[in-house]
């Protein structure tokens, strides 16, 4: 123990008795509502650390609370991001279902429409990765009996035409390669010219007489005069002519996305695409159907 020195013991004592003394005085003194005066030193010593206790008890508990808040508020604000990423994939899944049904209702229509023409639906599954050339591969070969040459459109006009036959693929020749060549017309005059590929979007159209009258948006359809497509099919619009040395020089829009394709029909036949009408559907009900043309292979798979 501590031990006090001995001329400091009488004043230690005092101050003991002292202290004894004034505790004594503090049991025995009341003050308003009988309270002793010793209970209220008590309290007024107390109370200080008390509120401090509460004061740091309210603020631990309260950042504990908090914590425990944000963090659950990070998981579910984890959760909902999840939940949208997920609900967006869902719906550019169902907006793909949506287009390629309407791609292939569009297929189906325009194949009812003429149903004496032979022709092949084909998916579009490959494009040569060479920047100069514009081709792409279909899922159509040899054993569905395509060969070269056969024209590919689709319901809004001309593709191409099929350059190279493989087993169960086949190359295709769109319009806009530099190697490409379409007989033409301007669909108003029936003024015919050749459209060639300029390997980019556009096409032009040659062998157009300068004296020739167009304007911009006039339609351009096959002419027949390649042997590979009938006539009337939609090849593009003008987007611009001027005069040329010794004929006009034509630009024109394609009819069709060529770098949008997903499914193309093959035309297995040159005939006419002529739609059939419903006059003609009632006078052909009863009569006999030899000189309808075999379907091989015409229907949309």
Same mark, same amino acid.
Request: proline residues 5%; charged residues 20%; without cysteine.
């Given at each position: 123990?501590?031990?006090?020195?001995?001329?400091?013991?009488?004043?230690?004592?005092?101050?003991?008795?002292?202290?004894?003394?004034?505790?004594?005085?503090?049991?025995?003194?009341?003050?308003?509502?009988n /309270?002793?005066? *010793?209970?209220?030193?008590?309290?007024?010593?107390?109370?200080? $650390?008390?509120? /401090?206790?509460?004061?740091?008890?309210?603020t631990?508990?309260?950042? $504990?609370?908090?914590?425990?808040?944000?963090?659950?508020?990070?998981? #579910?604000?984890?959760?909902?991001?999840?939940?949208?990423?997920?609900?967006?994939?869902?719906?550019?899944?169902? #907006?793909?279902?949506?287009?390629?049904?309407?791609?292939l209702?569009?297929?189906?229509?325009? =194949?009812?429409?003429?149903?004496?023409?032979?022709?092949?639906?084909? #998916?579009?599954?490959?494009?040569?990765?060479?920047?100069?050339?514009?081709?792409l591969?279909?899922?159509?070969?040899?054993?569905?009996?395509?060969? =070269?040459?056969?024209?590919?459109? +689709?319901?809004?006009?001309?593709?191409?035409?099929?350059?190279?036959?493989f087993?169960?693929? %086949?190359?295709?020749?769109? *319009?806009?390669? &530099?190697?490409?060549?379409?007989g033409?017309?301007?669909?108003?005059?029936?003024?015919?010219?050749?459209? &060639?590929?300029?390997?980019?979007?556009?096409? =032009?159209?040659?062998?157009?007489?300068?004296?020739?009258?167009?304007?911009?948006?006039? %339609?351009?359809?096959?002419?027949?005069?390649?042997?590979?497509?009938? &006539?009337?099919?939609?090849?593009? +619009?003008?987007?611009?002519?001027?005069?040329?040395?010794?004929?006009?020089?034509?630009?024109?829009?394609?009819a069709?996305r060529?770098?949008?394709?997903?499914?193309?029909?093959?035309?297995?036949?040159?005939?006419?695409?002529?739609?059939? +009408?419903?006059?003609?559907?009632? #006078? +052909?009900?009863?009569?006999?159907?030899?000189?309808?043309? %075999?379907?091989?292979?015409?229907?949309?798979?």
């Amino acid at each position: 123990m501590l031990e006090v020195p001995f001329r400091h013991r009488p004043l230690l004592l005092l101050t003991v008795v002292l202290l004894i003394q004034i505790l004594l005085l503090a049991f025995q003194i009341r003050r308003g509502e009988n /309270a002793r005066l *010793i209970r209220i030193w008590a309290v007024e010593i107390v109370t200080p $650390w008390q509120r /401090a206790g509460t004061w740091v008890g309210s603020t631990l508990h309260s950042s $504990w609370k908090d914590y425990v808040d944000l963090h659950h508020v990070r998981v #579910e604000n984890q959760q909902l991001r999840n939940q949208i990423t997920q609900l967006a994939i869902r719906n550019q899944q169902l #907006e793909s279902q949506a287009h390629e049904q309407e791609r292939l209702e569009r297929l189906l229509n325009f =194949r009812e429409a003429y149903p004496s023409v032979n022709m092949l639906a084909a #998916e579009v599954i490959g494009a040569n990765a060479d920047a100069s050339s514009r081709t792409l591969y279909i899922n159509r070969g040899q054993r569905d009996g395509l060969t =070269r040459d056969m024209g590919v459109i +689709t319901p809004e006009g001309v593709v191409g035409k099929i350059l190279e036959v493989f087993s169960g693929t %086949a190359q295709v020749l769109l *319009i806009n390669d &530099k190697e490409s060549g379409v007989g033409a017309m301007l669909a108003s005059s029936r003024t015919h010219g050749v459209v &060639k590929g300029l390997g980019q979007m556009q096409l =032009r159209m040659d062998y157009v007489p300068n004296d020739e009258k167009m304007s911009n948006g006039d %339609a351009v359809v096959t002419s027949g005069d390649d042997q590979i497509f009938p &006539k009337d099919l939609p090849i593009g +619009t003008v987007t611009g002519a001027g005069g040329g040395n010794p004929f006009k020089t034509i630009l024109i829009q394609p009819a069709v996305r060529l770098d949008r394709l997903e499914e193309v029909l093959v035309l297995l036949s040159r005939d006419e695409l002529a739609p059939q +009408t419903q006059g003609r559907d009632s #006078e +052909t009900a009863g009569a006999p159907t030899s000189n309808a043309p %075999a379907p091989a292979g015409g229907a949309p798979q």
